[in-house]
């Protein structure tokens, strides 16, 4: 989580309307791949790192350093549609997403597919990250 949070904060500022997220797919110990929101806020790192990952994603477990969306603006598969079709069998977050596209979206399509689901590692280390992107949810607004 660690590293996705890195890759994350490597993005601030970069991304657009679009939070900057980073995302590790892992086997145990082997990082299979990782990615981080691209310029411009698309692609987004989940969709970059199964892209990366191909057939080695299936029944790996994939570190995301902001809750996975459950819809996109543009009507293309969400992240949590995309890390379900990669075969992904766990999914860990540190930050949820209070988005109206994300807000618990993204993980109730994951636990319907059948995939873990842990939200709140390393939490607190994240939040800084988001600090920005979370500020107008928290005073209620968004």
């Known amino acids: 989580m660690r590293r996705a949070i890195a890759l994350a904060r490597e993005r601030l500022g970069l991304t657009g309307s679009n939070p900057a997220v980073g995302c590790v797919i892992a086997r145990g110990d082997q990082v299979i791949a990782e990615a981080a929101t691209a310029e411009s806020g698309r692609p987004h ?28 603006t543009s009507g293309v598969a969400s992240c949590a549609e995309r890390l379900i079709a990669a075969g992904i069998a766990r999914v860990i977050y540190a930050v949820d997403n209070p988005d109206r596209r994300s807000a618990g979206q993204g993980p109730a399509r994951l636990l319907g597919a059948g995939v873990t689901v842990e939200a709140g590692l390393l939490a607190d280390e994240a939040r800084d990250v988001y600090a920005e992107f979370l500020r107008p949810y928290e005073k209620g607004g968004a």
């Open 45 to 72: 790192a989940e969709e970059q790192a199964v892209a990366l990952a191909g057939p080695d994603a299936a029944r790996a477990t994939a570190f995301v350093s902001l809750e996975p969306c459950g819809e996109r």
